[in-house]
C-alpha cells in the first residue's frame, strides 16, 4: 500500500523509529529523495512539495505509458521499448532483492536513478499526449518540481 499523506506529513525517513521500512513504497519514494539524512529546517520546507509534485507527476508517467503502448507497436516511439524494458526490469529486480534480503538497509535509494530515466521519459510523454487546461496543469506541475528540486538543492 502506499499512503500519500502520511508520505507528505513525514517526508524523512526514519529507520530507528519502528516499522518504517516495512511500508516498502513509501519508504522508498521517501529514499528516493531525502533517504535518512536530516537538512536544514529552511530545505526541509521542499520536501513535501517536491514529493507532492513528484507524486502528481507519476500519474503524468502512467498516462504516457498507456498513451505509448496505446499507439501500438508499429508506431510506438523509438525509446518506448528499451526504457519501458528497464523500468519493468528494474522494478521487478528491486522487488525481489529486496524480498530474498529482507535486510533494512537494502531499501534505499540506490536503486533510483536508473528508474528515474524512463519514469522521467513517460512523465514528459504523459504531459505531451494530453489536452487542453490538463496539460497547462500538469505542465505548471512539473515547472513547480523543477522549482523545489532547484530550492531545496540551493538551501543545502
Not at 525517513?13 to 533517504?35: I, Q
Not at 530545505?43 to 498507456?66: D, E, S
Not at 529486496?98 to 521519459?121: E, G, T
Request: glycine content about 6%.
Amino acid at each position: 500500500s502506499f499512503n500519500p499523506f502520511w508520505v507528505l506529513a513525514n517526508p524523512i525517513n526514519t529507520p530507528w523509529s519502528g516499522d518504517e521500512r516495512n511500508y516498502f513504497w513509501e519508504f522508498f519514494f521517501k529514499s528516493a529523495f531525502v533517504g535518512e539524512w536530516t537538512f536544514s529546517p529552511i530545505a526541509t520546507l521542499a520536501i513535501p512539495f517536491m514529493m507532492g509534485f513528484a507524486m502528481l507527476l507519476c500519474v503524468a508517467a502512467v498516462i504516457g505509458v498507456i498513451h505509448e503502448w496505446k499507439k501500438g507497436w508499429k508506431r510506438v516511439s523509438f525509446y518506448a521499448v528499451p526504457l519501458a524494458t528497464t523500468l519493468l526490469i528494474f522494478m521487478i529486480a528491486m522487488i525481489a532483492y529486496r524480498v530474498h534480503f529482507a535486510c533494512s538497509c537494502n531499501q534505499d535509494f540506490r536503486f533510483v536513478p536508473i528508474i528515474a530515466i524512463p519514469l522521467s521519459y513517460y512523465a514528459v510523454r504523459g504531459i505531451q499526449s494530453m489536452r487542453g487546461w490538463l496539460r497547462t496543469i500538469f505542465l505548471g506541475i512539473a515547472v513547480c518540481f523543477v522549482l523545489s528540486c532547484a530550492f531545496f538543492l540551493a538551501t543545502l
